[in-house]
């Protein structure tokens, strides 16, 4: 039986793009941007088979992640962890306390999981985040944990979804409604509300997913 993503030849396990998505944990467009720059990344070359499918042995891919992961260890920032942890502090802030030189260098998992989301007059999204959970993105980066709550205890009273009370869930009910309304296919609405909300495709289809449960 040959599972989605993984096949073996000869013994010997490899993984096609998707698997190698679901081993490393990363995003499709960040495979495709360490296969492009391989040569400065160290990912490890691609062979075919008789079909012509592209495929990665899973001992080089693992062996390529340890690395990677190593080298993001080791230029690691120094977090700073004063003020209170309840207190919502911006993109800017966040930027701060992770030791960044700009907000454009937030780590994705922080952009798609904010704690307070609003939209501005002109649509663009105001993300704030709580100090303990910048600092929890930042332990998670090393396994530490977070020094923002008491571990096992809650932060706040539990959602019924991750994006409950979310703003940006409205406006993906609202992009529903039109595709149904004009008979459109729902598929693709990802790559239009990721423009609209100017998020990651992987969040706007959360979102999409998150809506549907709920209409």
């Known amino acids: 039986m040959v599972i989605v993503g993984r096949q073996t030849f000869s013994g010997r396990v490899a993984l096609d793009r998707a698997g190698v998505a679901t081993q490393t944990g990363a995003a499709r467009r960040t495979i495709n941007l360490w ?69 454009r260098n937030l780590p994705d998992e922080l952009r798609e999981r904010p704690d307070d989301v609003e939209i501005l007059s002109d649509g663009r999204l105001r993300r704030r985040w709580y100090r303990r959970t910048v600092w929890a993105i930042a332990d998670a980066r090393t396994g530490r944990q977070s020094t923002g709550r008491t571990p096992g205890t809650l932060t706040g009273p539990l959602k019924p979804h ?15 409604a039109e595709a149904r309304q004009d008979g459109r296919d729902l598929r693709g609405l990802g790559v239009e509300l990721a423009r609209r909300l100017g998020v990651a495709q992987r969040t706007a289809q959360r979102l999409l997913t998150a809506a549907e449960a709920i209409d």
């Open 35 to 103: 296969h492009r720059e391989r040569e400065r990344t160290g990912f490890p070359d691609a062979f075919t088979d008789e079909a012509g499918g592209e495929w990665f042995w899973l001992d080089d891919i693992e062996a390529f992640h340890a690395a990677h992961r190593a080298a993001k260890l080791a230029v690691l920032t120094t977090v700073d962890r004063s003020g209170d942890p309840h207190e919502l502090v911006g993109s800017g802030e966040a930027a701060k306390i992770l030791r960044y030189g700009s907000y």
């Open 162 to 176: 991750p994006y409950a009370d979310d703003p940006r869930l409205q406006v993906a009910a609202d992009l529903l």
